[in-house]
């Protein structure tokens, strides 16, 4: 199970699994993409974790894919299973979609085994083990989640490694106005949630050079900010 976001060691509780369509989609016609959304909660109900698994959706591109996840992305982690092409044969093709049914259940049973494994042991993110603006960015960025979920005690234990790693990161990397991310992990809801995500962005972009996204995304944080100060 390999994931192109999120890792098995610290999974969100919040999986879209998705394949490319190379022959008919039976959930569609004409779609190019199957995509299911599997939610673990990690309220659990004894030793068992709730899993809600939502219908396939079949959509024209893995473009409207991303389009339709791009605005809570931070929230999902996202594994590809191989391509589905179903065979024209009835017959062949009732048994080959079994199969894929087979095949999406045990990642699915797989996936709660790695909620499962982290409710157990918790990962920690070791200052030592962060190398480079993009594991500062990953460090910063899990740190946010567990942030805005967390309450009391846990909420100032989270802040203070939030704190160790900003400076250390401001440190290093000077360029970057830490501070004022900082300040953005303060406002509450959506907006809090998208200004976090923006500051992300703005620092990766930095990073690989992309100076004119990183003005973009900085024209649409101080938009935000202004808002908010003006209320």
Do not use: W
């Amino acid at each position: 199970m390999i994931f192109e976001k999120g890792s098995k060691q610290n999974p969100t509780g919040n999986l879209i699994l998705y394949f490319n369509v190379t022959g008919e989609n039976p959930v569609q016609p004409g779609g190019k993409i199957i995509a299911s959304n599997v939610v673990v909660s990690f309220l659990k109900l004894g030793d068992n974790f709730p899993v809600v698994t939502f219908p396939p959706v079949a959509l024209p591109a893995l473009e409207d894919l991303r389009n339709i996840i791009g605005i809570n992305l931070d929230a999902y982690d996202i594994v590809k299973l191989p391509d589905f092409d179903l065979p024209e044969n009835k017959e062949e093709a009732n048994r080959y979609i079994q199969d894929q049914m087979e095949r999406f259940n045990q990642y699915v049973m797989k996936y709660v085994e790695f909620c499962k494994a982290r409710e157990k042991k918790p990962m920690e993110i070791s200052e030592k083990e962060i190398h480079g603006v993009e594991g500062y960015l990953e460090a910063l960025a899990r740190l946010s989640m567990e942030l805005r979920k967390s309450t009391g005690l846990a909420k100032e234990a989270t802040m203070m490694r939030v704190d160790r790693i900003a400076s250390n990161f401001s440190t290093s990397h000077p360029q970057y106005d830490v501070e004022n991310f900082k300040r953005a992990l303060q406002f509450p809801g959506h907006i809090g949630d998208e200004l976090i995500g923006l500051y992300l962005k703005k620092f990766n972009a930095i990073s690989i050079e992309n100076y004119e996204d990183a003005s973009d995304l900085k024209r649409r944080i101080e938009d935000i900010e202004t808002s908010l100060s003006s209320h």
